[in-house]
């Protein structure tokens, strides 16, 4: 895990603490079991493994009471087999929002001015000179935005696209997106005020809606039983066929097999993932596609968000250990990362606290 603060933070309030050494990039259940022992008070974990029954009973044996992943996104973990055993689930919201935004932001640009393939022409000494049709691709400026899943990163996303671009929002989420429609509202006024042409929003009623207006569509749901390929040959049968697609949420999101079809069909349509649905793994023929920009989940790979993501997972397990309540206010992590205060004594995120009856702090 990245930065020193977390290592500090743990061994300052006497924790002992043992950091797996091992090469191999993702843990089996058994790698896990061999690691937790018969003594662990709790563990840091990350999204590549699968927290069950398994784990957390035996967690449970060692004497163990927490596990924090090391990530906001938390559909690794199976929820109840925590409650079941007493454990408490840490994620670590907040930290990410904007790192992941910018990334989905970027890939959204590469996508839609062909930057890779672009770059990859340069590399391969093919450029002769300024043609007028040399990689066309689509301009941003007054076309619509979707958002699907206008929560932290969905809203930081819009409003980059927004502010940036000047794009109008279209957006699908099971809740209303209220400060985000005031930013764009804002927005709007701003810019009328100034004689430009005033951004718009809209809050779809079905995802559909979203699918079939906008220009650009990037996700960002929570993975569960609701937004399981969400995306699939119906849905992306009806989206524009010079559509841009980001995905910095989770790869099963999309049926990735479909995407390839669809791509190979509508080669104007492109695509920008930073995840995958068997990860580490594409599906055959997405590495072949020209229309499709492709990086490996680094969504929230900037130093100060994995050190944050570090910190706050820390502080979910020492806050279990140390019996303080959960943290009032999960989208306000702020006081847990400064470097030079003392975090508040509490637990910054925990998702099952009433589950297993943690109280909660008074802010
Ligand atoms: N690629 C990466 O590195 C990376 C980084 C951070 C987060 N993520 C993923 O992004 C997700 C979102 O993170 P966040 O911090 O914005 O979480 P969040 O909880 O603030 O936002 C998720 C939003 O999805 C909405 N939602 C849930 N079910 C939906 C449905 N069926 N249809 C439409 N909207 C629905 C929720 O109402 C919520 O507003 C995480 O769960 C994680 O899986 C990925
Ligand atoms: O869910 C998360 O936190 C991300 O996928 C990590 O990059």
Aim: charge should be negative.
């Amino acid at each position: 895990m990245p930065g020193t603060r977390w290592i500090r933070l743990l061994t300052e309030n006497d924790c002992r603490l043992e950091i797996c050494t091992d090469p191999k990039t993702i843990l089996s259940v058994d790698d896990i079991l061999a690691l937790i022992g018969d003594r662990c008070d709790g563990v840091i974990g990350q999204l590549t493994e699968d927290w069950g029954e398994v784990l957390f009973s035996a967690l449970r044996r060692a004497g163990g009471t927490a596990f924090s992943n090391m990530a906001v996104g938390y559909n690794n973990v199976d929820v109840e087999a925590a409650n079941r055993n007493g454990i408490a689930v840490g994620n670590t919201p907040g930290v990410l929002t904007e790192t992941t935004a910018e990334l989905a932001a970027s890939l959204t640009l590469a996508a839609a001015r062909r930057i890779v393939e672009a770059d990859q022409f340069m590399r391969a000494g093919l450029y002769d000179g300024w043609l007028p049709h040399l990689f066309v691709g689509n301009l941003l400026k007054g076309q619509t935005v979707g958002v699907i899943g206008a929560g932290r990163i969905g809203s930081a996303y819009a409003r980059m696209m927004i502010e940036g671009f000047k794009m109008n929002l279209i957006y699908y989420d099971l809740y209303q997106a209220t400060r985000l429609e005031k930013f764009v509202t804002a927005y709007g006024h701003f810019l009328k005020a100034n004689g430009e042409q005033p951004v718009t929003w809209k809050r779809a009623a079905t995802m559909e809606d979203v699918l079939r207006e906008a220009d650009v569509i990037s996700l960002h749901p929570v993975l569960d039983k609701t937004t399981y390929h969400l995306i699939n040959p119906e849905r992306l049968a009806i989206m524009k066929k010079e559509a841009i697609l980001v995905n910095a949420s989770r790869g099963p999101v999309i049926d990735e097999v479909a995407l390839v079809e669809h791509l190979k069909a509508n080669p104007m349509f492109r695509v920008g993932l930073d995840v995958f649905e068997d990860e580490p793994y594409m599906k055959p023929g997405l590495a072949d596609m020209k229309n499709a920009v492709v990086v490996p989940h680094i969504a929230s790979a900037s130093k100060w968000t994995r050190e944050g993501m570090a910190t706050l997972s820390a502080l979910n397990i020492l806050g279990k250990i140390k019996g303080y309540p959960v943290w009032g206010n999960p989208n306000q992590v702020e006081p847990f990362l400064d470097e030079n205060a003392t975090p508040p004594p509490a637990c910054p995120s925990i998702v099952n606290a009433k589950q297993i009856g943690l109280p909660s702090a008074k802010l």
